[in-house]
């Protein structure tokens, strides 16, 4: 097959949320030797949804600047991907879609597997490009990740949403042709409807992940994939930022390769970086890979990146893309490092209150407390019906 694609990621950008919460003061609750976290895991803080903040207020926030700097006009199909919905009709791409006022004479659906959801959306916005070379595709992964409170998944919780422009000749990476996919029937993480909080079993899913990675891996090479090491970096989805190195020393084992410590490090190294401080944000994660690697990597120019995109249940894809001569001239690197330098820290009790809250479910009328600075806000609820403000 070849790896020749003149479609791909046209512009990149995420937000996350209004507050922080640093992993010193969970261990400070809870007891834990700080070192589990920051080594263990390899996290440092966690994102924490303001009252008033929600996957829509997100994937709005992030994809606000790519209307900005490209417009509506090509837009004919927004893909809102996300596995923490606020809506089983509803696609929540619908009031991403009124609150950037983009066209009527425009799809928008909502796509759901897991986190893996987002690279559906992208495979999905290549081919109707490839239909029509002069639209444009919006595609936002927005997820706000939470757990129980004191049970082992709470310290990898986050939130945030990438947004990001499909279209021909992208200005950032193109997608290559060859995709290696893997569907394997598992229970490792869910969340049936009526739980606000995934379910989770925690070893389970490692493993079921690292399944995932050998069969995406085999299955690439038999769809005429390059090999290994034409790879200049790796971006792996992140439950958390040690997951991408375990999953990279599991795909250099299994592909017969020496698994050095310094070689991992140069694979994976550079895509943790927003993933750290941010936690998982499920479907945007691995995309927040990408945009932590193109903003710190030194020059990718027509280099190959590898992409391993994981959903629990299970649904995964490796596939590869190459960076476009001229794309640092496009990326949002200072704008995303605000992203994360704007957030609030909150302290235990904080976030404890706000994981706690849940919007009220009687069809009366009720605002939200004002706590984001953020561009759009839920306001509340009436009639069971979300609110937006953009101001
Ligand atoms: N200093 C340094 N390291 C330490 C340490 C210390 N003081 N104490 C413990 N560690 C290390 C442990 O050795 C372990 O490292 P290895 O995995 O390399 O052996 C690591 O810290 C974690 O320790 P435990 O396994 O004991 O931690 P845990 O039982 O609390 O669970 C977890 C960890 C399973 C990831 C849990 O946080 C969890 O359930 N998370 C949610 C599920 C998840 O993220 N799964 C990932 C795959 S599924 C997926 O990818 C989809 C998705 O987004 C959910």
């Given at each position: 097959m070849s790896h020749d694609s003149a479609i791909g990621i046209h512009d990149l950008s995420f937000a996350t949320t209004e507050f922080v919460l640093p992993h010193t003061a969970l261990a400070g609750h809870n007891g834990t030797e700080i070192g589990k976290y920051h080594i263990g895991i390899?996290?440092?803080?966690?994102?924490?949804?303001?009252?008033?903040?929600?996957?829509?207020?997100?994937?709005?926030?992030?994809?606000?600047?790519?209307?900005?700097?490209?417009?509506?006009?090509r837009i004919r199909t927004v893909v809102f991907a996300t596995e923490s919905s606020i809506d089983q009709a509803k696609s929540a791409g619908v009031y991403v879609h009124s609150l950037l006022g983009l066209q009527s004479a425009c799809r928008v659906v909502e796509?759901?597997?897991?986190?893996?959801?987002?690279?559906?959306?992208?495979?999905?916005a290549i081919g109707l490009v490839r239909r029509d070379p002069g639209q444009?595709?919006?595609?936002?992964?927005?997820?706000?990740?939470?757990?129980?409170?004191?049970?082992?998944?709470?310290?990898?919780?986050?939130?945030?949403?990438?947004?990001?422009?499909?279209?021909?000749?992208?200005?950032?990476?193109?997608?290559?042709?060859?995709?290696?996919?893997?569907?394997?029937?598992?229970?490792?993480?869910?969340?049936?409807?009526?739980?606000?909080?995934?379910?989770?079993d925690g070893q389970e899913s490692?493993?079921?992940y690292l399944q995932a990675v050998e069969g995406s891996w085999k299955d690439y090479g038999e769809q005429g994939g390059r090999s290994l090491d034409e790879f200049a970096a790796f971006c792996y989805h992140q439950p958390f930022t040690k997951m991408a190195y375990k999953a990279h020393r599991h795909l250099l084992n299994y592909a017969g390769h020496d698994t050095d410590k310094d070689d991992?490090?140069?694979?994976?190294?550079?895509?943790?970086?927003?993933n750290a401080v941010i936690g998982n944000s499920y479907t945007a994660s691995v995309y927040l890979g990408l945009?932590?690697?193109?903003?710190?990597?030194?020059?990718?120019?027509?280099?190959p990146v590898g992409f391993l995109s994981y959903g629990s249940g299970s649904v995964?894809?490796?596939?590869?893309?190459?960076?476009?001569?001229?794309?640092?001239?496009?990326?949002?690197?200072?704008?995303?490092?605000?992203?994360?330098?704007?957030r609030k820290p909150v302290d235990y009790a904080g976030y404890r209150e706000l994981h706690e809250r849940s919007l009220p479910t009687d069809g009366?009328?009720?605002?939200?407390?004002?706590?984001?600075?953020?561009?759009?806000?839920l306001a509340g609820i009436s009639n069971h019906k979300r609110l937006y403000q953009a101001r």
């Open positions: 390899g996290q440092r803080s966690m994102s924490v949804p303001a009252a008033d903040e929600d996957i829509v207020t997100l994937g709005a926030a992030a994809a606000a600047p790519i209307i900005a700097r490209h417009g509506t006009d796509l759901k597997q897991a986190c893996y959801g987002a690279t559906a959306a992208l495979q999905f444009q595709v919006l595609v936002v992964a927005s997820d706000v990740s939470k757990y129980e409170l004191d049970s082992p998944g709470e310290a990898t919780q986050g939130a945030a949403a990438v947004a990001m422009l499909v279209s021909a000749d992208p200005a950032l990476v193109r997608i290559e042709n060859a995709s290696g996919l893997f569907t394997a029937d598992v229970m490792d993480f869910w969340r049936p409807n009526y739980r606000d909080a995934a379910l989770v490692i493993s079921a991992i490090e140069r694979a994976v190294g550079q895509t943790v970086a927003y945009a932590a690697l193109l903003d710190q990597a030194e020059d990718l120019t027509d280099r995964a894809e490796f596939f590869a893309g190459t960076v476009v001569p001229g794309y640092r001239q496009h990326l949002r690197s200072e704008a995303n490092l605000e992203a994360i330098a704007r009366g009328d009720h605002s939200t407390p004002a706590q984001t600075t953020g561009r759009f806000r």
